[in-house]
C-alpha cells in the first residue's frame, strides 16, 4: 500500500552511462515531481508534471529527460551521466496542480552514484 | 522569488528537552510555510504547515510551529523531546500559484540519552 516508490532504490553506475528511475503514485494525485538532494542534504526541485504536462523545469541540463506516460507515473531518465550527478533523487505527488499548499507526498528516494 | 533561511545546520538537545528549530523565510507575498522531517534513508514526511488560517500550528508527532509576519520566522517546537525524534528538519516556502517548494539547507536534530 505504498503511497509514492521509486526504483531502484540504490543505482550505480559509470560515467557516461544512461540509466532511468522510476517512480508511481497511487494516492490518485495530479501532480508529481523530482527533486534532487545533494550530499549536504540540500533540495532541490528540478521537474513538475500536473496531468502529464510539464509545469516546472529548473534550469536542469538535457541530459535529464522526465516522462509522465500518465498520471500515476513519472520517470526520469539521465544521459551521459557524469560524477555531478550523484545524489538521491526523490519523486513526490500533491494534488491540485497550481494550488501551492498542498502537501506533498515523497517516495522514498533513489541514491545514485556515479563513478 | 522566496527563500528559507534555517539557523543551524545541527542542533543537538537531551531527551526530555525542549526543541527549537529555527526558520525564516522571505517572501514579497504572503507565503505558505511547511516544515517536513526526513528520518535516515527515508523520504520527507510533512510535519505541519501555515497556511494563513492559525498562527499557531499544531502538527504530527507533539510539533507545533508559529508563524510570526513581523519577525518573518516560522520556528518549530517541540515541548519534550524523544529519542524517536533525531532526524532531518527541513522548512519550506511556497506562495499562490508557484506550484513549487523552495526548501531550507535543513537542520538535524540528535537526541542526547
Known amino acids: 500500500d505504498t503511497a509514492v516508490s521509486q526504483t531502484p532504490k540504490y543505482l550505480v553506475t559509470q560515467m557516461g552511462n544512461d540509466k532511468s528511475i522510476k517512480c508511481e503514485q497511487n494516492l490518485g494525485h495530479d501532480t508529481m515531481y523530482w527533486y534532487k538532494q545533494d550530499s549536504k542534504k540540500f533540495l532541490k526541485i528540478m521537474f513538475s508534471y500536473n496531468n502529464k504536462e510539464l509545469i516546472i523545469n529548473e534550469t536542469v541540463p538535457n541530459r535529464f529527460s522526465p516522462k509522465s506516460p500518465d498520471k500515476a507515473h513519472l520517470n526520469l531518465h539521465i544521459n551521459s551521466l557524469e560524477l555531478g550527478d550523484s545524489a538521491v533523487y526523490f519523486c513526490?505527488?500533491?494534488?491540485?496542480?497550481?494550488?501551492?499548499?498542498?502537501?506533498?507526498?515523497f517516495g522514498p528516494g533513489t541514491r545514485l552514484t556515479v563513478l | 522569488a522566496q527563500s528559507v533561511t534555517q539557523l543551524g545546520s545541527h542542533v543537538s538537545v537531551s531527551e526530555g528537552a525542549l526543541v527549537l528549530l529555527r526558520c525564516n523565510y522571505s517572501s514579497s507575498v504572503p507565503p505558505y510555510l511547511f516544515w517536513y522531517v526526513q528520518y535516515p534513508n527515508q523520504g520527507l514526511q510533512l510535519l505541519l504547515k501555515y497556511t494563513s488560517a492559525a498562527t499557531l500550528v499544531k502538527g504530527i508527532n507533539g510539533f507545533e510551529a508559529e508563524f510570526k509576519k513581523s519577525e518573518t520566522s516560522f520556528h518549530l517546537t517541540k515541548p519534550s523531546a524523544h529519542m524517536s525524534d533525531a532526524a532531518e528538519y527541513f522548512c519550506?516556502?511556497?506562495?499562490?500559484?508557484?506550484?513549487?517548494?523552495?526548501f531550507g539547507q535543513g537542520t538535524r536534530l540528535t537526541i542526547n540519552p
Open positions: 519550506a516556502v511556497s506562495v499562490k500559484g508557484a506550484q513549487k517548494l523552495v
Open positions: 513526490a505527488s500533491s494534488q491540485g496542480g497550481i494550488v501551492s499548499y498542498n502537501e506533498q507526498f
